[in-house]
């Protein structure tokens, strides 16, 4: 099992110090993360946690999945590797990394 976690549903005001003092109930962290909106500077109400192994990311998961912190239900879940973002428009713009296949019908 992976060790870094994501952990859903914080409360805005959460603290990196505070999750931190939250996951080392159940073993060493590595590292926490709260990313920020890239437009507002604010927490986007989620976060990774990155256990020391295996076994404390299981520990933290039994014991915090559900936790209620302010007030509301932590999901936390093994992290899952970023999906690569295509363009704005939706779809790849590049033919030759689309399997070489262009649209070939006109547009007028």
Known sequence: ??????????PFSTSEA???VLFQ????????????DRETQRPRGF???EMETPDEASAAIRAFNGHLMNGRP??????RPMEPRGNSFGR?????????????????
Do not use: C, D, Q
């Open 18 to 20: 505070e999750l931190r």
């Open 74 to 79: 932590l999901t936390v879940n093994a992290a």
């Open 92 to 108: 790849e713009r590049n033919p030759a990394r689309n399997g070489g296949h262009r649209r070939n019908s006109n547009r007028w």
């Open 47 to 49: 976060a990774f946690v």
């Open 25 to 36: 109930r159940v073993g060493n962290v590595r590292t926490v993360t709260i990313p920020l």
């Open 1 to 10: 099992m992976n060790t870094k976690l994501y952990v859903g549903n914080l």
